[in-house]
């Protein structure tokens, strides 16, 4: 049987040990705290420069509107004009080209090409390939009916 002396120097060694476990479970959580309102700011500021990102000019969404106006007429002219009904499904999986929208708006092809980054996130647009032409990228509406 241990003596009385042991048993204090063992609640001693067990106190100090104790008090050193509860030092360093307050740094832990200090540290974690910390973590969390960095990763809080992080994601704030992440956020921030995705709605500065997001913001065009005005000038830009009026070409986006233009190309979305342009590809919903030639399809209502298709339709009206009562064109086969494959032209029509032609049109629909073909879209136009981005050299097509460029010659009819009057801007130059890398334009479109910098508008089609944007059109990309637009709800109207599907920007794809070509099913035919190799290396060639397409504008298409999401919706036959959109204007």
Known sequence: MPSEQQLLAELAALR???DYLKRENTTLSDNQLIQL?????????????EQQAAKTTQKTQDHLTRIAAIL???EKRLIEGQAA??????????????????????LT??????????????QRF????????????????????TQ
């Open 37 to 49: 309102r960095l990763i809080k700011q992080l994601q704030e500021a992440a956020a921030t420069k």
């Open 85 to 106: 009904r494959h032209y029509l499904v032609r049109y629909r999986k073909e879209g136009m080209t981005f050299s097509e929208i460029a010659a009819l708006m009057g």
């Open 72 to 74: 919903g007429a030639k």
């Open 126 to 145: 599907n920007i794809c390939w070509h099913p035919r032409k190799k290396n060639t990228k397409i504008f298409k509406l999401r919706r036959w009916d």
């Open 109 to 122: 092809v890398d334009r479109i090409r910098q508008l089609s980054r944007l059109a990309a996130t637009d």
């Open 16 to 18: 100090a040990e104790v």
